[in-house]
């Protein structure tokens, strides 16, 4: 396999996904934008009941391996149209409360059509002197839409239940390997995948690469994926924290920008997210020196991946991930660098070749008698 990873056709892909709106539970845009770039590429493609997109890569021999990324992202939920026509809403996913005034909204009406707003926020000149110093409660918070009346809004084809973004678009910034945009988490691990499935030949296993929906809101499609392919091992691809920026001590930044992928080791508050199948996170590091990979080793303090999901599937299915760097994560003008998923796709297509029976039957798992 010659793995010819071109850095202008991530930025192309990320930019194309980035912008596709797709909250949890409303990944349809998305996945058609999806079908169309690897249907080319793959052996079979499908939608499960759930709304996953999953691609099947026939290997040579025995053994299945399911790769996951994520296809949704966070956003809000209209959930009241005031007589006004100013709209209240809830977050889908995590959304720090902090983040949401004073951005512009992309909302999706129940036609598909797109209506641009904002989230309104008062003034410095008639704020109090207290409120300068406190976050605003997402409760607290609305978006203005320049309509003037309830009717005006329905209208225009929103209704309780309506989604909504952040809008924001993929840019470069001053070293052009390095961009901003929302939602890298977790469509910068939906390009890994898919840049790894048009790579990927002559593996020794059947690869399952499963683009999957509301991740964001409790690892969902990952699961029932998982039972239904029930593959041998899981490997997911998601974005982890780059703290290396200003104010955060060298000791707190858990992975740094353009150093190269972070096998997983673990994740959640105290481990109760994944700890990585020993012998997926051997294989990710010995993958990763032995093709001279720069890689990083992510303990992870909070939050998990679908990889989580998938390890408690039917009687257990060994489970690790490889992660993108990623700054500013949920907010919509998260960084990673172009280096950075250009390793990660020649770790996860080298990895993904190294699996064969006798390492499932030897090292992953072992009959004693
Ligand atoms: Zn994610």
């Known amino acids: 396999m010659t793995v010819e990873i071109n850095k202008e056709d991530i930025f192309r892909l990320a930019k194309k996904l980035c912008e596709t709106p797709s909250p949890s539970g409303f990944e349809s845009e998305i996945r058609e934008v999806l079908i169309e770039e690897i249907r080319d ?41 005031d007589k006004n026509g100013f709209l209240r809403f809830v977050p889908v996913g995590g959304w720090s409360p902090r983040i949401l005034p004073a951005q512009r909204v992309l909302i999706r009406t129940i036609d598909g059509n797109t209506v641009h707003g904002v989230i309104g926020i008062k003034p410095p000149h008639i704020e109090k002197p207290e409120e300068r110093q406190k976050v605003i409660p997402l409760e607290n918070l609305f978006i203005d839409i320049g309509v003037t009346s309830d009717e005006e809004a329905k209208k225009l084809g929103i209704e309780v239940g ?112 994944l700890i990585a199948h020993p012998a997926i996170r051997d294989l990710l590091i010995a993958v990763a020196k032995e093709e001279k990979i720069p890689y990083q080793l992510e303990v992870l303090p909070g939050g998990t991946t679908d990889a989580s999901a998938i390890q408690i599937t039917r009687e257990g299915i060994p489970a690790g991930a490889i992660s993108i760097p990623t700054r500013y994560i949920h907010s919509p003008i998260e960084i990673v660098h172009l280096e950075d998923v250009t390793n990660a796709v020649k770790l996860l297509a080298k990895a993904i070749k190294k699996v064969d029976s006798a390492w499932i039957n030897n090292v992953l798992r072992r009959r004693i008698k």
């Open 162 to 273: 309506s989604i909504a973004v952040i809008e924001s678009t993929v840019e470069r910034l001053g070293n052009p390997d390095v961009i901003t945009g929302r939602a890298f988490d977790d469509k910068i691990g939906v390009v890994t995948a898919v840049e790894t499935l048009k790579v990927l030949e002559d593996s020794k296993v059947d690869a399952y690469f499963v683009f999957t929906v509301q991740e964001e809101v409790g690892l969902k499609g990952a699961r029932t994926a998982a039972f239904s392919i029930n593959p041998d091992i899981g490997i997911a691809i998601d974005v982890t924290i780059a703290a290396d920026v200003p104010g955060t001590p060298e000791h707190a930044k858990i992975v740094k920008l353009g150093k190269g992928p972070a096998i997983k080791v673990m994740d959640g508050r105290a481990g109760s997210g």
């Open 41 to 81: 590429y793959v052996d079979e493609l499908w939608i499960d009941s759930m709304g996953n997109l999953i691609a099947k890569k026939a290997g040579q021999g025995e053994g299945k391996v399911m790769i996951a990324a994520h296809m949704d992202e966070i956003g809000l939920m209209i959930t009241n149209i």
